[in-house]
């Protein structure tokens, strides 16, 4: 198997699942971002949909749908293997053989943490249905260890919009409107993502100095928006045209190359924030939510005070709540030794 190296990241010419086995140890890849094959004769799109081919590079290998299901089982199973405990993978999917993934990812350990749509700008055209104009992306992770997940990694918790709206809350909703890439007299993948999808992930699920690994390199996309954001890179491809077009155009890419068009959040740093809580602080924050609630406030009111009150965070303060006894979708009360026995309706507040 062909391999290069290009500035201290190395990417393999070779099937991927073979190519994994030889070369990629256990447990030693942060993060996979990765589009595989739709098995939808995508070497043929540009026939059914009026494409121009002119700047598309040649050499697009993929799947026979009869294949498709032991394809997806078997390089799913080595994306398992790669994976640190904690690490996490985002697959890029298709609606026509979803299900053939979801079936591999079900044959795993890999846990799912989100099912996230991608709306994109433009779809088929037709007359005769509705138009398709998204994409799947399954966000599982690997047991077993922490997973990165930068919760302020591009709005901070405070940041509004005009409408007073939560633009963190906005940014982590699992329905993405991103728009693809025109490249127009450009040389591209027949399918490529664009970067702004790729930053949004890698911002997410991964820090500076992680190892990235893309199964199915394409147009080299997900490793290029990798190095850019200073991250390790590697990844598979199969197709010789593409490797040796797009492997070139990487050794131009300089590490970090996109740190400086990124957004900078604003983050409200927190006396307390990403302590331990000790029984004394649980204590406060139980027998204060409880006043709080008893005279009446609302819960969006509460959780504003104790992070003032508390120095903490929304969602530490949320989980702990839960962690008391505040359960099945929000409809229980603190847990407080003192006042076990009594009942007080003022304090059942879902937080959910």
């Not at 094959?37 to 590079?57: A, C, K, S, T, W």
């Not at 350990?109 to 749509?117: D, T």
């Not at 007359?127 to 260890?145: D, N, Q």
């Not at 027949?190 to 147009?219: H, I, R, T, W």
Request: hydrophobic fraction near 30%; charge should be negative.
């Amino acid at each position: 198997m062909k391999s290069e190296e290009i500035n201290g990241n190395i990417f393999y010419n070779g099937d991927c699942v073979t190519g994994a086995r030889e070369h990629i140890p256990d447990n030693s890849v942060d993060l996979i971002i990765t589009d595989p094959p739709y098995g939808i004769n995508g070497d043929q799109l540009h026939q059914h949909y009026n494409r121009d081919e002119e700047f598309v590079v040649e050499g697009y290998v993929e799947v026979p749908a009869s294949e498709y299901g032991e394809f997806s089982l078997n390089w799913v199973k080595e994306a398992e293997r790669i994976l640190r405990p904690g690490g996490s993978i985002y697959i890029v999917s298709g609606y026509t053989n979803l299900y053939h993934i979801l079936a591999a990812l079900r044959e795993t350990g890999l846990r799912e943490v989100n099912h996230i749509i991608w709306k994109y700008n433009f779809g088929v055209y037709t007359s005769r249905k509705y138009v398709s104009s998204h994409y799947h992306i399954l966000f599982y992770e690997k047991p077993g260890g922490e997973r990165t997940f930068d919760l302020e990694s591009r709005f901070g918790l405070k940041e509004k919009d005009l409408d007073n709206g939560s633009l963190n809350y906005q940014d982590r909703e699992d329905v993405w409107i991103i728009n693809r890439e025109y490249k127009p007299g450009q040389v591209k993948n027949k399918n490529e993502l664009p970067a702004e999808l790729l930053v949004k992930m890698m911002q997410y699920s991964s820090n500076e100095g992680d190892l990235v690994c893309d199964m199915f390199l394409g147009g080299f996309s997900t490793a290029r928006v990798a190095i850019g954001l200073n991250r390790r890179a590697t990844g598979f491809e199969i197709s010789q045209t593409a490797f040796e077009v797009k492997a070139r155009e990487l050794q131009d890419v300089r590490h970090g190359y996109l740190l400086p068009s990124l957004r900078t959040p604003d983050v409200e740093e927190r006396k307390n924030q990403g302590k331990s809580w000790t029984d004394a602080d649980i204590k406060t924050l139980t027998d204060r939510f409880t006043r709080l609630a008893e005279s009446g406030k609302t819960k969006q009111s509460i959780i504003e005070t104790l992070e003032e009150e508390l120095g903490r965070g929304r969602w530490a303060i949320e989980k702990m709540l839960k962690k008391q006894g505040i359960q099945n979708g929000g409809r229980g009360r603190p847990h407080n030794k003192a006042t076990d026995g009594e009942h007080n309706s003022q304090a059942v507040l879902p937080l959910d």
